[in-house]
Every structure is written in C-alpha cells, then in structure tokens.
C-alpha cells in the first residue's frame, strides 16, 4: 500500500479511514468509558491513536548527492553489520521514501541511486547515525520518526510518552538528543605552549581534577618547535596545570620524552591517575629539527626538518606500543609503564579506557585496515586495570557498517544514570578513504551495558561538509569575542567533567586537537602549515 502511493499520501488515506471508523463508533462511545476491553472501549483507544498520528507528523529531509551506505553497501543484499538493507528498486526518490517509512523495522534513513550501476535501488538504514558521503549518483534522505523510548534519543535525553519527543540534557541537542551543545570558546583557553618566544605544538590533552582544585592537563607536543606533521618522530607528553576547567593550561613539566603520544589520563577507584599511552621511549629530543636557520620556528614543520630515511615511520607499522603508569600524584612519582597488550603488532590503538568501580575495564582500541578500510573500532576488558595480563582485547567490530576511513580517538564516560557514552575524531565523510585527517567533525555512541554499542552520528562538525575541498575544509569555531576560526584539523577529542575523580555525568568542556595552518598533508611533507595547539570549548549546561 504505501509503495505504490507514497508515504505523505498513504499517511493521508490511513487517517481517512480510521476517522471514517472512528465517526461510526464514537456515537456509542459513553463519556465515562475509559477501558479497552470493549467495543466503546476500542475506540476510545482508537480515538487516542489517531489523535497522536494526527500530531507527530514525520519530516523527511533529502540529501541530494549524498550516500548513507559509501563503501558498506552490499548490491542486492544486506550490509555486514546489518544495518544498511537492500529494499526494492524504484524509478523515484519518494518511492524509495516510501519503502523505508513502511519497512518492517524502522527505517531511520535511505539512500536511492538515480544514476550508475546501482541505479533504481533502493536501501533502508536501521541505526539512526546519519554519517552520509558525497555521491553525485546517489540521494539519501533521514525521517524524522517520534521517539519510542530513551535509547531513540541516543540515552542523551528522555523519550516524552505525551509528545513522542526527546527532551535532551542541556548538554545536548538535536531530534534526537545526538548533536553535542558546544559554545562559543574563549581566547586563550586550552593550552598553547610556548619556548623562548617561539609556538610549540600540541595536539589534545586529558584533564583531570586533583583535591586542591587545580586542574590537570596531559597532552601530546612536539619538541624541536615542529608541527603534528612530526608526531611520530618528535611526539612526547606533558603536564599542565591551570586553576579552571576551561582556562589557559601552562606547562610545568614532562611526562614522558619522546617517543610517546595520545595520553589518556582516567581516574581509578581509590584516588589513582591511571595514563594509556602510545610510546617507544627512547630520547628528550625528537628526530626532527623544525628551529634550524631561516626557518619560522613556529610550531610548523617544513621541507628538510626532518631526515629524509628515519625509523620513526615504522612506529605506525608496529614497533610502538600501549602502555599504562599511575600515581596518587599528578604532579609526578608515576610507575614503571607497563606494555598492555604485548603480542599485539598493529598501529596505535588509541587506548581508551573507563575503569569501573570494582577495578574492572571497559575499553575500546583501534585497529588500522581490515573490513571497510581506515580505522575500526573494537572492544576491549580487563578484570583489573592494575593487571595487564587481564586484558583482553576483543576482535568483533563494534561499528561493521561505518564506511569510509571510519572512527577514531574514541573518549569513553557514564552518564549519571550510568549509561555508556564514547566520542571520537568522526571520520566517515567526503573523500576521507584515503584523506581521513580532514573530516573535521566528532562522533558518538551509546550503549546501556558497555558491550553492545549504537552508533549515533555526528555529534560536532558539519555532517555534510565536503572537507576534501577548498571550500568544504575545516571547522569553524566561534569565540566569545564574536571572531570565528576555521581550524584545517580538528581531532584528538577529550571531555572535562563537573565531578572531581569521575568520568560521570555530561560534559562541562569539550578538548581538540586543533590545526590552524592550513595544512592537508598528515606527514612530514608539510610545508610549514601544521602548527597546532589544543583547544577548549565549553558545553551548555542550562
């Protein structure tokens, strides 16, 4: 029925007909009746299902050039997830509408080819994530469905049992409570260091608060004033301090020399500050030298800083490792790092942990290649994070049908009603296959046991950018000065939370990496356009 018609149309024609039925019957409806076990009964409750179709009307919005299914979609079949379904061929657009909003499960997207090889088919999303990728043969369209409970509004919200609505947390925003509310930063906020009058880069840091109320940030930076081009070569972490959650950090120490990258700093069930990090320590200067005569030393790396034949390309083949330290003191005293997964021979994991009341971990780590390509996130436990022997990473893709370069830099917390939630450096966009670093946008997931996770979308950036592109590059961030930035890169994405010693509750301020030259190339072939430094905006909260 509704294929042959038309969603907007049969919408109109079921109406007609339950009204029709509904006139005939409420004649004999007693006012007092309130029950469904009889006649009258059935149409009193008739009477309260058409009144709320008649008041959740269900909006569709088309993406014209747009593929929801980029690089998962099986031709004929059903995607390795799941998710993505093959539904029928048809000669328009609102007749592939039409068969999602009647599938049999809910269809919360669709993508129609009007051109190619695939041209007339038509297929059904059934996780509500919309993450679509430019297609000239393509169109995808999202329906706006009312909410049936709080997972449909990502557990960032609640689900209204009278408006079929989600009410979000001011944390969030959005249809379906997906999108994070993120506000204008200020000048100077995050950290940006700085040697001798000179920029130094970083990129990203973990915050935390200690019992005295200074707040504590670990982040990646790059010695020899070089830029994110020479992570892998110059890469070391420090410590820095500031005495608010979204004020200017200022370096006081360094944590690990380099080689060491991507710390995530959580904290454990007694007090402890537990550190995940990539390392292959080795020396307190990088291999690069980015400061060298007639060059700016800016935090930028430039032709010829760095050895045309070094070893420090292999770190991303392998040779480098995850490791976990801890103390009682974020000022120092940290122990001994412990490699955590040693047969493990793959790229950086990106380890990111939540540690649990009992000692216990959930975790997710990447893995670079296999299924769609890019990076692929997996899960990870441990009985007790002291305990690498425990750990045991897990090997099922937790997001089989997220095409393209895939996720990255994942964030793990609760929320106070102890939902799971993890953010990430999105990376299912425009032309991101082989140019993962410029889908400048973050990602979220959700899930009520910590093991079986829904990807919910976009959660900052713009979902329909093309960032492969001159006009489409980058980011724009507004400040509270009323200026704006468009920053090339924005990744590396940590949460800083309300409740001191926990990693509970909604965000109160969101960390990036944040690249202002305007760089595209993710290597050392940069041409002085990679400086970086870490950036912190504040998230609604009323």
């Not at 930063?185 to 920029?199: I, P, V």
């Amino acid at each position: 029925f509704f294929w042959r018609t038309g969603w907007k149309a049969s919408a109109f024609i079921v109406l007609s007909i339950f009204n029709f039925h509904l006139s005939s019957c409420s004649k004999m409806i007693a006012p007092s009746v309130r029950h469904i076990g009889s006649r009258s009964g059935c149409c009193t409750y008739l009477l309260a299902l058409i009144s709320s179709v008649h008041t959740t009307e269900i909006a569709v919005r088309k993406y014209p050039s747009f593929n929801q299914g980029w690089g998962v979609i099986n031709p004929l079949g059903t995607s390795k997830g799941g998710t993505i379904r093959y539904i029928g061929s048809h000669n328009t657009v609102d007749l592939c509408e039409s068969a999602c909003a009647s599938y049999k499960e809910r269809c919360w997207s669709f993508t129609f080819f009007h051109d190619g090889e695939q041209q007339g088919q038509c297929y059904a999303v059934t996780s509500p994530g919309f993450n679509p990728t430019y297609d000239v043969t393509a169109t995808s369209g999202v329906l706006d469905w009312p909410c049936r409970d709080d997972t449909d509004c990502s557990l960032n919200g609640i689900c209204s049992p009278r408006t079929r609505t989600c009410l979000c947390r001011p944390a969030w925003k959005g249809a379906r409570c997906e999108t994070l509310n993120v506000l204008p930063a200020t000048r100077g906020a995050g950290y940006r260091g700085e040697d001798n009058g000179h920029n130094t880069s970083s990129w990203g840091g973990a915050v935390l608060q200690d019992s005295n109320g200074v707040w504590h940030m670990w982040a990646a930076e790059m010695t020899e004033h070089c830029g994110i081009g020479a992570w892998q070569q110059n890469s070391r972490v420090i410590h820095a301090t500031s005495p608010t959650p979204g004020g200017s950090y200022r370096r006081v120490g360094v944590t690990w020399e380099v080689f060491s990258h991507e710390p995530e700093v959580v904290p454990g069930p007694n007090g402890e500050y537990v550190m995940y990090f990539t390392a292959d320590l080795r020396s307190p200067h990088g291999m690069c030298n980015c400061c060298r005569t007639d060059t700016p030393c800016d935090g930028s790396t430039g032709p010829g800083d760095c050895p045309a034949h070094d070893d420090a390309t292999a770190l991303f083949r392998g040779t480098s490792g995850s490791y976990m330290s801890h103390t009682t003191n974020p000022d120092g005293n940290w122990s001994s790092p412990q490699m955590i997964f040693a047969s493990y021979s793959g790229a950086d994991t990106n380890f990111a942990p939540l540690i649990l009341s009992n000692g216990s971990i959930v975790a997710m780590w990447r893995s670079w290649g296999g299924g769609n390509g890019g990076s692929r996130m997996f899960l990870a436990t441990a009985e007790d994070w002291r305990r690498p022997d425990t750990y045991v990473q897990h090997h099922d893709e937790l997001f089989p049908d997220l095409g393209a370069a895939g996720t990255e830099d994942q964030y793990l917390y609760q929320d106070s009603a102890g939902n799971f939630h993890a953010v990430f450096h999105h990376m299912y966009g425009t032309g991101t296959k082989t140019q993962w670093w410029l889908d400048a946008t973050g990602g979220h997931a959700f899930s009520q046991d910590g093991i079986h996770w829904t990807y919910s979308g976009v959660a900052w950036g713009n979902a329909t950018a093309r960032y492969n592109t001159p006009a489409g590059q980058g980011a724009q961030v507004h400040f509270t000065d009323g200026t704006s930035f468009r920053f090339t890169r924005l990744e590396r994405p940590h949460l800083i939370f309300a409740k001191r010693g926990a990693l509970i509750g909604d965000p109160i301020y969101l960390i990036n990496s944040a690249q202002y030259g305007n760089g595209t190339n993710p290597g050392t072939g940069a041409h002085n356009d990679d400086a970086c430094f870490t950036l912190i905006q504040p998230v609604n909260q009323q």
